[in-house]
């Protein structure tokens, strides 16, 4: 295909083209000709929407951090105790990992090469710190073990969850790398909340 | 410094130059050029230790893929209750890691463009089977809680493990990316069990 499409992107559809080069190349990978091939525009045509690469990549980052900066205020994240909160908080980060698939890929593939890397770095750090001060409130209270360095314990949560981006997939494709076929992921959000904060063991063992 | 180093690499220490730049640029993105210019030797002289970098490749994977194969041998690994044996391999996991952590780390990185990098996906697999395996019967001996997907608990057991070549670095380095500061890594394999199996809630909480 050698025909441009006429263009009847928006600055959100536009994206979402740009998320999924992104994804695939890398974002240091990809260049205005990559995006311009995978959209079937002309080069000028994005530039009518937006100033350029770096644009879209903080317009894509925005909606991911934008989406787990607001799981902060919600009630939930508010109200109750603070292992409550943090049980909360994470059944939420899931939701919204699921819901913003490619745009929580892309954040957490960012590489800190320019300001706006940079920036994506330093806001998911902020997110990570606020869920690690919700930890440590919920192990003043007792309730959660005070055994484990809180950091350890933040970057360990992150780990099972940021894993996702590796494997979920919201239709089941079969084969999609990693382990073989897909897992049952019924309740995958309140899964993630049981597995981090009662483990592995049957009660009782 | 465009003096070429006179080649004293054996094929082990190339091995772990080339990693190095796997890692940095991505195994797709790093030429024979590249090779040579991190080590400091010809082409010519890389080629008289390796027919080229899908053998760099092969040896590296190698090198993690029978480091974590080996831990299914080990005696914790075949004595004893399933779920102990499971709870052996992961921490056994944790410590291969972490001492092959720039090996892990490329085999963790694989896309699976090539021959050898589906056959590294492809042990990957299998090692991801073999420690289902075990979850699977510590769930039927009754040790193991039995509400959670068997394949589901397996992707999020080693996004947990695995998100340590993210993380953690032998040298504590003020900084280095993710959450603030470096955690506390006294018992970085005991603290994984730990949590993966007994949870982050205090006991009779």
Redesign the interface.
């Given at each position: 295909m050698t025909t441009a499409k006429r263009d009847t992107y928006t600055p959100e559809t536009l994206l979402n083209v740009a998320v999924r080069v992104f994804n695939e190349r890398?974002y240091d990978?990809t260049s205005m000709e990559h995006l311009s091939r995978a959209a079937g525009i002309s080069k000028s045509s994005i530039y009518h929407h937006v100033a350029g690469k770096e644009e879209l990549l903080r317009r894509a980052v925005s909606r991911a951090t934008d989406g787990l900066f607001r799981i902060l205020d919600e009630p939930g994240a508010l109200r109750g105790r603070a292992?409550e909160r943090v049980e909360y908080v994470t059944r939420r980060t899931v939701e919204v990992l699921m819901a913003e698939l490619p745009y929580v890929t892309l954040l957490l593939r960012v590489r800190?090469n320019t300001k706006t890397e940079r920036w994506a770095?330093e806001r998911?750090?902020e997110f990570?710190?606020r869920v690690?001060a919700l930890?440590k409130a919920a192990v003043a209270d007792?309730?959660?073990?005070?055994?484990?360095?809180i950091?350890?314990?933040?970057?360990?949560?992150?780990?099972?969850?940021?894993?996702?981006v590796?494997?979920y997939r919201p239709q089941p494709e079969a084969g999609a790398?990693?382990?073989?076929?897909?897992?049952?992921?019924d309740d995958?959000p309140g899964?993630?909340v049981?597995?981090?904060?009662?483990?592995?063991?049957?009660?009782g063992?």
């Open positions: 890398g990978g292992v800190g770095l998911r750090r990570d710190q690690a930890l007792g309730d959660l073990r005070a055994d484990v360095d950091r350890l314990a933040t970057r360990l949560l992150f780990g099972m969850v940021n894993s996702l590796e494997w790398g990693g382990v073989e076929g897909v897992p049952a992921v995958l899964t993630v049981r597995l981090a904060f009662e483990g592995m063991r049957a009660a063992r």
